[in-house]
DNA sequence: TTGAAAGCGCTAACAT
DNA sequence: ATGTTAGCGCTTTCAA
């Protein structure tokens, strides 16, 4: 009837009766029903937004990115948490899909056979995010993992180091990590050198584990000249440690991270880093969904910010 | 029909036509349509959370207890964002509320008129989460900020510190951190101290900014022998700022902050701190939810963490 | 144990 | 400019 046609500002109603309507639906309090609404227009405005963990500071930021891009669509973010578990995933995208939202952004470019199919199916606008190398299903959003650990490596070795270790996260179903991780390795690889030591960590303050990874694997070995941490968390927690050790950093001892978080900058010494992009990727991502394109393709290309943990090149 | 009751695992159906449908169902890789399931059920598996802002770590937090409390449950997080914004508030309100879901969890006390009265006529079961200090819709899970600010305020003075100084947010809609403040005022003045000095800042990476801020109050009045931070990020800064100029913490001054951020742990020095016990509220907040309880009072009572940052009282 | 029928509260298309 | 009507895809109730 007529109310609807006033909630939705649509087609041709006297200002008389509008403001009736909006009159009385105030009176009310009145909240129109979405659900019958979505069911008899076939349309809903909502994202569905599935990230592995909220945990730490990388997914949040994507996700701030979407709800800023989102605003002033009728577009409502949805959140669904995986734990970096396959069979999680596919749950929540069960349930997702069952609300046939306007579009799924996922993080990822690796899923298990049944998410691709439901997904696939769906016939929902996908964007996959953070990753950009695989086969995607839809449109993707992210940067290349694999070439960020590469030209970290050749930036390290242009450098002289030539001893180094690799810290990072104990999480085999992290595929950007293991990714930056073979990148950084093949690129070591091509130049004759193999990792001098590696040490992995699982849970807890990722500062404090930074610490305590890097005392390990410079007690066990000493001549390392070089630390490629798989986050700027540990990193940071690494050089923290490495300047209360009186360490010249970056002579005796160069340090990278990844990720570009913001709190590097209030360090004592700029650490080392690459800049994910998780902000821009999550409006981008978001944009493509408000937008109804499909198909896009954009892969940022992070520079490495040397700071001052990494000697000029030579 | 029958297909309905298996998906639901409802009533009585054989195993023979159960196992029929099943294999149906996924061959063709059918999802549910829960849109029409909830108009006609009146039922809705959505929990909306509603809070100002992603950008520090607080709030990604809560979320993360609310969603690992919600695994296991047929129940599902949809978040909204309101940046601190009452109008925000309200449009992001009536977003969820349109959907008719089984709860809603928002953050803080303080809500516009209109929202109070979206809210209590949903007839949805509320419960506003983070503080405690107002007058409840429905269920509450919180801490007192005012007594977090007055506790934090008694040790300082118990300690010996007279010239304390306060640092914090230029953000007059946090009202919770405004509320610590008051409390954290009102018990100096009790003991006849007023505030040395004051800065905020607002934006920017929260450790750099509390060195900065650190470095400022410390110039402008350099008598002060405590520093109060309304959050650990820019405590973290200030701490990193005091130990490498060289001042003798906790006995020249000494520091405290807010929240109990996991990060505090791989600092040079513990920084005092309270935690806000931010997972368990999200929690205890979704359990309320998930067990359809109404009129929960659920208040924390964190106490203050000394770490190395204040001296033993005398 | 299964099937049939009547809505759930809207929107879209079609009158008026 | 406004009113009328037929679904949307399920769940619920009732009958078989």
């Known amino acids: 009837m007529t109310v609807s ?20 639906a105030r009176a009310l309090g009145y909240v129109p029903n979405r659900i019958a609404g979505a069911l008899a227009s076939q349309r809903v405005n909502l994202v569905s937004v599935v ?24 577009l409502q973010p949805v959140m669904g948490v995986t734990d970096y578990s396959d069979e999680r995933e596919e749950g929540v995208l069960y349930e997702m899909l069952s609300w046939r939202p306007s579009g799924v952004i996922v ?36 940067i290349s993992h694999r070439r960020a650990g590469r030209e970290t490596a050749e930036a390290i070795i242009a450098s002289g180091y030539r001893r180094i270790g690799f810290l990072g996260t104990k999480m085999p179903y992290d595929h950007r990590a293991r990714k930056r991780m073979e990148g950084f390795e093949k690129a070591l690889a091509e130049s004759g050198i193999t990792l001098a030591d590696r040490e992995f960590y699982s ?38 440690w490495c300047l209360e050790k009186g360490f010249d950093v970056p002579n005796r001892i160069g340090l990278a991270g990844f990720n570009g978080v913001e709190l590097l900058q209030g360090l ?36 490495l910010l040397r700071g001052d943990t990494i000697r000029p090149a030579r």
Chains 1, 2 share one sequence.
């Open 5 to 24: 046609r006033v909630l939705r500002d649509r087609g041709d109603v006297s200002e008389a009766t509008r403001a009736k309507v909006r009159a009385a």
């Open 51 to 74: 990230i592995p963990s909220l945990s730490n500071m990388v997914f949040p930021e994507v996700l701030s990115g979407i709800s800023d891009r989102l605003v002033g669509t009728p």
């Open 107 to 142: 993080a990822g470019m690796e899923h298990s056979p049944a998410a691709r199919a439901m997904l696939v199916n769906s016939g929902v606008p996908i964007v996959e995010i953070m990753d950009v190398d695989g086969e995607p299903m839809d449109s993707v959003v992210g």
């Open 203 to 240: 849970g807890g303050s990722a500062l404090l584990k930074g610490r305590e990874m890097t005392e390990a694997i410079m007690n066990r070995t000493p001549d390392i000249d070089f630390l490629y941490y798989s986050n700027d968390m540990i990193g940071a927690g690494g050089l923290l």
């Open 268 to 303: 004592p010494r700029r650490l080392a880093t690459m800049d994910a992009g998780r902000r821009e990727i999550g409006e981008k991502a978001a944009e493509i969904i408000a937008t109804g394109l499909s198909g896009v393709r954009i892969e940022l290309t992070p520079k």
